[in-house]
C-alpha cells in the first residue's frame, strides 16, 4: 500500500480538459476550457498546482496553489483516484465534494454542491487528458450501458487510516418495461434490492438518489435532498469499456459524518 502522499503523485502531470456545470437535471449551464498542472517540487516533497480556465472571448483566470500535506477531508488509492470535501454536514451551510477517477492518460472528476437547506445545487464534470494521450472520450452514458450483471471488487479507505476493506460486490441491473429498472446490489452480509423509473437521462429511485447520465461514460448519484438524521452516499460511475466500469462512492453516516470512501472496480458477467 502506498503512502497518501504517494498516491497524489499519480495525478502529477499537464491535463488538458474542460469544466462543465451541469443543472441539478444534467442540463449543460456552461463549458469552460482549462489546463491544470501538478507539478512535483523538492524531490516531489511539495505539489505546485496551476489551475488555468480559459473562458470564451474572455480573459483565462488563473490560481495558484502549493502544498506539501494533505487535509482531512481527502482520501486517495494507489492509483490516484480520490475525493475530496465536507467532512461533515451542518445545518445552514453548504456542502459538497468532489470525487476523481484516472486511468491511464486520462482523468474524469465530479464536483456535487449542494445549497444551505440540502437541496441539490450544481455539478460540476471536468473531462481531462496528458497532452500525449491517445485514448478518445467515451460517448455518453445510456441506460442499455448499465444493464447486466456486474461482478466486482472493491476497496474501502477510511479517514482514520485505519487497514482498507477488501471485499467482492455483485450489482444487478435489469429493465422492466421501457421506463422502469429494478436494481439489485450485493456486499457482504446484504443484499438491497431498488427499483427506479427513467425518464431520458435521468434514472429517479425510489429511495430518493437520482443517476444522471452523462458525457464520457460518466455517471453521477447521489441524493436530490440530503437529510441529517439519514445516512448517504455521492457517487461518480465511469465507463471504462463496454465490460468494465469503475464508481467512486463517499459515504456518509446518519450524523452526516463522513465515514468512507469505497472504490468499486467491476465487470460486467
Same mark, same amino acid.
Given at each position: ?145 448499465? #444493464?447486466?450483471?456486474?461482478? @466486482?471488487?472493491? /476497496?474501502? +479507505?477510511? $479517514? !482514520?487510516?485505519? &487497514? ?38 435521468? #434514472?429517479?429511485?425510489?429511495? @430518493?438518489?437520482? /443517476?444522471? +447520465?452523462? $458525457? !464520457?461514460?460518466? &455517471? ?50
Amino acid at each position: 500500500m502506498k503512502s497518501q502522499w504517494q498516491c497524489l503523485l499519480e495525478n502529477v502531470g499537464y491535463w488538458h480538459g474542460s469544466f462543465t456545470r451541469l443543472s441539478p437535471r444534467g442540463e449543460v449551464i456552461e463549458d469552460t476550457p482549462t489546463m491544470v498542472s501538478l507539478t512535483g517540487l523538492n524531490d516531489n516533497q511539495t505539489i505546485h498546482q496551476i489551475v488555468r480556465r480559459l473562458p470564451p472571448n474572455l480573459p483565462p483566470e488563473e490560481k495558484v496553489f502549493e502544498y506539501s500535506s494533505l487535509g482531512r477531508g481527502i482520501l486517495l488509492f494507489d492509483n490516484g483516484a480520490f475525493s475530496s470535501g465536507s467532512i461533515q454536514l451542518a445545518p445552514f451551510a453548504e456542502f459538497g465534494a468532489e470525487l476523481g477517477l484516472i486511468h491511464q492518460s486520462r482523468r474524469l472528476r465530479l464536483v456535487q454542491l449542494f445549497d444551505k437547506s440540502g437541496q441539490l445545487e450544481r455539478l460540476t464534470l471536468i473531462r481531462e487528458k496528458l497532452a500525449e494521450a491517445t485514448e478518445l472520450e467515451k460517448p455518453p452514458l445510456t441506460v442499455d450501458d448499465l #444493464i447486466g450483471t456486474w461482478q @466486482g471488487e472493491a /476497496v474501502t +479507505l477510511y $479517514p !482514520d487510516w485505519r &487497514s482498507p476493506d477488501t471485499y467482492s460486490t455483485m450489482l444487478k441491473i435489469e429493465r422492466v418495461g421501457e421506463s422502469k429498472l429494478l436494481q439489485q446490489l450485493t456486499i457482504p452480509e446484504r443484499t438491497i434490492t431498488s427499483t427506479a423509473t427513467i425518464s431520458g437521462s435521468i #434514472i429517479s429511485f425510489d429511495t @430518493g438518489y437520482q /443517476v444522471l +447520465l452523462l $458525457p !464520457d461514460g460518466a &455517471s453521477a448519484t447521489c441524493p436530490v435532498q440530503l437529510k441529517a438524521d439519514t445516512g448517504f452516499f455521492l457517487e461518480v460511475g465511469w465507463m471504462k469499456s463496454p465490460q468494465e466500469r469503475q464508481r467512486l462512492i463517499r459515504t456518509y453516516s446518519n450524523r452526516g459524518e463522513w465515514v468512507n470512501l469505497t472504490l468499486v472496480t467491476e465487470y460486467r458477467s
